[in-house]
């Protein structure tokens, strides 16, 4: 009976529990639920909690169609004036902004805060946090038992260390690492950004105790928030540069210190991924009053992929999702955007990273914007309301939407998007970061391709015949579009230039292309420009390619790699060792691209480069020398059309420009006549030593170490030259765009740690070991399975 009485007297409990429990959800249900309608009201009203006393709303009468659904405003409101920087602040609140790029300059609207409060600078709240986070594979650390090796292991010379090179390296580098530490000695009062970017160099070349040292400075930095003189961070280039320089020096010494110093600035940095879409803001003014908002309508697709490795890596290191989280998303932004540019598979120079389709004012009176989920209200950079469709894209930038222009480079920006692709590949230990996305988000990653033959055969490692191929199509995968990619680059973009040394070499050019839709066919006209320039970033593709053809089990891209990076060596010679910041050339159409004076000299007298003069410019634009189908995109046919009529159009130059009889450009004597348009100069450029270390690290030739001596003979010739002082002193530095002589990091950071590594033993920092990042700091690959040897820190000199 005792056991009866106990169990009753249990259950009376447990339902007192249980009613208490139902009472107290309830409870937080319904303010919940007000907290809700609240803020609907404001978003579809444009209410906003009273200011000085008075209750604010727009005041605009609802359109007719929908009025009995939309609550009308109340009589003592007043007119919202967004141009009121309170009013605007207040607003900003629940609406972000839509920018296509920071405030500037003479508006009140500056992008800074003069009445911030540091506590609130430090502890920061996100406006549009993660619900899920999106996580590092499980078992990222297993390698598969077929994972391709990167690194050769049969090296024609050996792979031994060549002490003389690198004696002479060491010497450089420390003559111009304390030469620019004595110009610019590092203090607490902001992050010692040169500093950082030497850390692994220095370890890398054995100097223990200078590293110590600067250990020390760095304990003494915060990096949770930026000297508050600094109003803008530019993301992508701390995350690089700093971040990777703490990342890469901790893999190296594990020293905790570093570790802690990098999830500081990487909690710092994930501040600009608190968008909407989790699409950073690349130039963050992490001051200003106005803070929620869009990313910019105008950014670089390369810089956002530019701070993958770090972010993954720290990942790793922490076994915390947040930061792979953020690099994820914009990967899988990237995926789903491959369609929307007029060349598939390559993104231009700029982008509308909001992915904001803006409703028209038939849609918003039709009541789409309350219907569809995805439709944010949103205030422009006209301080008007707008309602963004968010697509999950990148868009056309508003520019080149409205000129129906894009502008296609592989420079440095350009060809990142796909080097860091295959790098996090490596990093993840072939974990595809596109088929994660696709795992958290399988229905955006599937492609309808009804009667699509030609999306088939695009597939160049689908062995089966394209008509019994599924009308399903999985895109994203990043073998795939890296082999698409890499298609397009060598369809549409490589050329031969006319140089005085005959060869015939690969470059490649940037695009241009303008776009006009046909109603009557259906179809979508493209037309293609080369503009046969030309950059040394580009360069840089080489050794991507390099890694893709182990990764990927092509050795097309190798072949491939190597045309790249003979042909900018050979581009670095004609110059004797100066790196111009762009060349614009002649193409060559014959056989022998021997360039000769008397012909150039005739093509413009005969008015070839005239194209301002030129009468039928549009016409020839569009008068077919080739055609090729591009793709079937919701019933529209897109064509790409390459015109007769190439190049830029502002180079327009006649005989006058000429000294016909020395051969000379008058404004510009210094311009070699085979060149049409020629940038700055540059001495210490990474790009091309960069591509030597990889080509000789994964085909073991030792031609590739002999063009390193040739480049950086020349290059301490040209510094010796240039900057000599008395008594034989002489600088390293080079001219910025003010022609202020500047050393930049990358000069420690890159182009003398690639050197040094080019004549290393060829067991030091393999490329199985690290992965090389775009500032050139070594990610340390988690391996569990293989037993590979571990780079020395110190020298072996």
């Given at each position: 009976m005792s056991l009866l009485r106990l169990i009753q007297l249990g259950a009376r409990k447990l339902q007192s529990v249980l009613l208490l429990g139902v009472t107290i959800c309830l409870l937080f249900y319904y303010t919940f639920e007000n907290?809700?309608?609240?803020?609907?009201?404001?978003?579809?009203?444009?209410?906003?909690?009273?200011?000085?006393?008075?209750?604010?709303?727009?005041?605009?009468?609802?359109?007719?169609?929908?009025?009995?659904?939309?609550?009308?405003?109340k009589p003592e409101a007043v007119t919202i004036d967004l141009r009121d920087p309170k009013v605007l602040k207040e607003k900003n609140k629940y609406f972000p902004l839509l920018l296509s790029s920071p405030w500037r300059g003479s508006t009140r609207f500056q992008d800074s805060w003069n009445n911030f409060e540091l506590v609130d600078l430090k502890n920061y709240k996100e406006k549009h946090a993660v619900l899920n986070e999106i996580s590092l594979p499980l078992n990222f650390q297993q390698i598969p038992p077929d994972y391709a090796q990167v690194q050769t292991s049969v090296f024609e010379d050996g792979g031994h260390q060549e002490k003389k090179a690198l004696r002479e390296i060491k010497q450089l580098f420390l003559k111009s690492w304390e030469q620019d530490q004595m110009s610019n000695p590092d203090t607490t009062e902001g992050w010692p950004?040169?500093?950082?970017?030497?850390?692994?160099?220095?370890?890398?070349?054995?100097?223990?105790?200078?590293?110590?040292?600067?250990?020390?400075?760095?304990?003494?930095?915060?990096?949770?928030?930026?000297?508050?003189?600094?109003?803008?961070?530019?993301?992508?280039?701390?995350?690089?540069?700093?971040?990777?320089?703490?990342?890469?020096?901790?893999?190296?010494?594990?020293?905790?210190?570093?570790?802690s110093k990098s999830k500081q600035l990487a909690n710092f940095i994930l501040r600009a991924f608190d968008t909407p879409n989790r699409i950073p803001i690349l130039q963050y003014f992490w001051k200003t009053e106005y803070g929620n908002r869009f990313p910019y309508q105008y950014l670089s697709v390369g810089a956002l992929t530019n701070m993958a490795l770090e972010l993954t890596r720290l990942s790793q290191i922490t076994n915390t999702?947040?930061?792979?989280?953020?690099?994820?998303?914009?990967?899988?932004?990237?995926?789903?955007?491959?369609?929307?540019?007029?060349?598939?598979?390559?993104?231009?120079?700029?982008?509308?990273?909001?992915?904001?389709?803006?409703?028209?004012?038939?849609?918003?009176?039709?009541?789409?914007?309350?219907?569809?989920?995805?439709?944010?209200?949103?205030?422009?950079?006209?301080?008007?309301?707008?309602?963004?469709?968010?697509?999950g894209k990148f868009l056309i930038s508003p520019r080149d939407w409205e000129k129906k222009?894009?502008?296609?480079?592989?420079?440095?920006?350009?060809?990142?998007?796909?080097?860091?692709?295959?790098?996090?590949?490596?990093?993840?230990?072939?974990?595809?970061?596109?088929?994660?996305?696709?795992?958290?988000?399988?229905k955006e990653h599937e492609v309808e391709l009804e009667n699509s033959r030609e999306k088939a055969v695009d597939d160049p490692k689908n062995n089966k015949p394209a008509s019994e191929q599924s009308n399903k199509i999985q895109l994203h995968d990043s073998q795939q579009l890296f082999s698409i990619a890499m298609h397009k680059v060598r369809n549409l973009m490589l050329y031969r230039p006319?140089?005085?040394?005959?060869?015939?070499?690969?470059?490649?050019?940037?695009?241009?292309?303008?776009?006009?839709?046909?109603?009557?066919?259906?179809?979508?006209?493209?037309?293609?420009?080369?503009?046969?320039?030309?950059?040394?970033?580009?360069c840089s593709l080489a050794a991507t390619l390099g890694l893709a053809s182990s990764l990927f089990n092509d050795t097309e891209y190798l072949t491939f790699a190597k045309e790249i990076a003979h042909s900018y060596y050979n581009m670095v010679k004609l110059f004797d060792g100066i790196y111009q910041e762009e060349l614009y050339l002649d193409p060559c159409e014959k056989q022998n691209c021997l360039f000769n004076k008397d012909d150039k000299i005739q093509d413009i007298a005969d008015g070839r480069y005239a194209h301002a003069s030129t009468?039928?410019?549009?016409?020839?634009?569009?008068?077919?020398?080739?055609?090729?189908?591009?793709?079937?995109?919701?019933?529209?046919l897109k064509i790409l059309m390459f015109g007769l009529s190439q190049g830029l159009d502002d180079l327009s130059y006649n005989i006058d420009d000429i000294n016909v009889e020395s051969g000379e450009w008058k404004a510009d004597p210094s311009r070699p006549l085979w060149v049409n348009k020629m940038g700055k100069k540059s001495l210490l450029s990474p790009n091309v030593i960069e591509s030597m270390f990889y080509m000789y690290r994964i085909t073991g030739e030792s031609r590739w170490?002999?063009?390193?001596?040739?480049?950086?003979?020349?290059?301490?010739?040209?510094?010796?030259a240039t900057h000599s002082g008395a008594k034989g002193v002489w600088k390293v530095g080079e001219s910025d765009e003010e022609d202020n002589w500047v050393l930049p990091s990358s000069w420690f950071s890159q182009t003398l740690k690639y050197y040094y590594l080019l004549f290393s033993?060829?067991?030091?920092?393999?490329?199985?070991?690290?992965?090389?990042?775009?500032?050139?700091?070594?990610?340390?690959?988690?391996?569990?399975?293989?037993?590979?040897?571990?780079?020395?820190?110190?020298?072996?000199?």
């Open positions: 907290e809700i309608d609240m803020l609907n009201s404001y978003a579809e009203n444009d209410y906003m909690p009273s200011i000085n006393g008075a209750a604010i709303s727009q005041g605009v009468e609802p359109d007719s169609n929908v009025q009995n659904e939309l609550p009308k405003p950004l040169s500093l950082i970017d030497s850390l692994d160099t220095l370890l890398i070349m054995g100097e223990t105790q200078k590293f110590q040292k600067a250990v020390e400075i760095l304990s003494t930095v915060d990096f949770s928030t930026p000297a508050l003189p600094e109003d803008s961070i530019d993301i992508p280039d701390v995350t690089t540069r700093v971040l990777g320089g703490l990342i890469s020096a901790y893999d190296l010494s594990k020293d905790p210190i570093l570790l999702n947040k930061y792979f989280d953020a690099i994820q998303r914009i990967f899988q932004t990237m995926a789903l955007s491959l369609d929307e540019f007029s060349i598939e598979h390559l993104f231009p120079t700029r982008v509308d990273g909001s992915g904001c389709r803006i409703l028209t004012a038939h849609e918003v009176s039709s009541g789409h914007h309350l219907r569809n989920p995805k439709v944010m209200k949103s205030i422009d950079q006209n301080l008007e309301f707008v309602h963004c469709h968010q697509t222009e894009q502008l296609f480079k592989m420079d440095f920006q350009g060809q990142s998007v796909y080097a860091n692709m295959v790098k996090i590949f490596h990093l993840l230990n072939g974990h595809d970061i596109l088929m994660i996305s696709k795992t958290y988000h399988p006319l140089t005085p040394a005959g060869e015939n070499l690969t470059l490649i050019s940037s695009l241009q292309t303008n776009t006009r839709a046909s109603p009557a066919t259906n179809e979508l006209q493209v037309e293609v420009t080369k503009l046969f320039d030309m950059n040394y970033e580009s009468s039928g410019i549009e016409e020839s634009k569009v008068r077919m020398s080739g055609s090729q189908k591009e793709d079937e995109h919701d019933g529209i170490r002999q063009m390193g001596r040739d480049l950086l003979e020349m290059t301490i010739k040209i510094l010796k033993d060829v067991e030091d920092f393999t490329l199985d070991e690290y992965i090389y990042t775009a500032g050139g700091h070594l990610m340390k690959r988690d391996l569990k399975k293989r037993n590979l040897k571990s780079g020395n820190v110190a020298s072996k000199m």
